[in-house]
Structure formats: C-alpha cells, structure tokens
C-alpha cells in the first residue's frame, strides 16, 4: 500500500465537467475500486402541461429519481401509477394552475423509504372523493386503487386562490 498526496486528485471525466475529486487522506490500494457516490435528490417538483403529455413526463421523471435514490422496483411501480392517477384525475376534473395550461406534480421520499406524492392544479367544481362506479363503467377507480396502495391520501387548499393539492403516502416497503 502506498500512501497518497492529500493535494492531489482523482481524474473523473465521467462525472461531468468539474474533472476532478479531492482525494484528501485517500490510499491507493491495488485491485480496489473507487466508488464515488452521488446525492440524489429526495424531493422533487415540477411544472407539466395539463393534459396527456404531461403525465408522460412526470411519470419517467418520477421513475429515473426514485431508480437513482434505490428504491425498491415495486415501490416505484407504485409511485409512478399513483402520480399517473392524481394526474390524469387533474386532467379530466379540474383546471391548470396557469394561463400556461400548468400543473404542478412533487414528490418526497422519506428516510423510512416511505415516497409521498403531489399534484396541485386550480381546482374543479367539486373535490376529489372515491367513486362507487358500476361493473362496466370505463373509469371512476382511480382514488380507490390509490387508497389500497398507500397509508394515507386526502385533498388541502393549496396555496394559490383556487388551486387545490391531492396527496398520497406510499408506504415503505415492509411498512
């Protein structure tokens, strides 16, 4: 074992434009990977259209995060129908945020991995309640299926006049 410079650094082109990492204290050690983690983000927001595509993106957004933090490929499968519902319920029963036909989806994943989920728009005529629809009704299951995912969902007054935010708390695996 040698012992390495603590001015010194390592070259990490991979890793994007900065080059280098400080190897302060490192050793070089041969045959031992170096493995440089990375932060990922535990909450995210973003604005997407109010409408079909929309949904697309938040949704492969929603996946790549939760995917870069480690959850668990059934919790993100849960996430990412959870998020499509709360969407695609904005879509069909209530208004954009914006004049720029907007709305906005969040999320958060917790240390106990349990992942809640987010969408405000501006509000429609009536409040998002689960839905008793007949056998061959075309929709209406949406709000019932996310409360047999998840540990708790419910509707507030958002922050803007007008607008309104779901929730949803998925929960841990295990939990």
């Not at 070089?28 to 109010?50: D, F, I, R």
């Not at 009536?126 to 509707?155: E, H, K, M, Q």
């Amino acid at each position: 074992m040698t012992s390495a410079s603590t001015d010194t650094a390592w070259p990490v082109s991979a890793l994007g434009p900065q080059g280098t990492i400080p190897r302060r204290g490192a050793k070089e050690v041969s045959g031992v990977a170096l493995v440089v983690t990375q932060q990922v983000p535990t909450s995210s927001s973003m604005s997407v259209s109010h409408g079909p595509s929309g949904v697309g993106t938040a949704r492969r957004r929603l996946r790549a995060e939760l995917r870069e933090s480690g959850t668990p490929e059934s919790v993100i499968d849960d996430a990412v129908l959870i998020l499509s519902e709360l969407l695609s319920n904005s879509c069909r029963h209530a208004r954009p945020l914006s004049e720029g036909q907007d709305v906005r989806a969040s999320w958060s994943r917790a240390n106990d991995g349990s992942v809640t989920i987010s969408v405000t728009d501006g509000g429609g005529p009536t409040r998002p309640r689960p839905a008793s629809p007949s056998v061959t009704a075309r929709g209406g299951r949406g709000l019932t299926i996310i409360g047999s995912l998840t540990s708790a969902w419910g509707v507030r007054e958002a922050e803007l006049p007008g607008a309104v935010t779901v929730w949803a708390v998925l929960r841990a695996p295990g939990g």
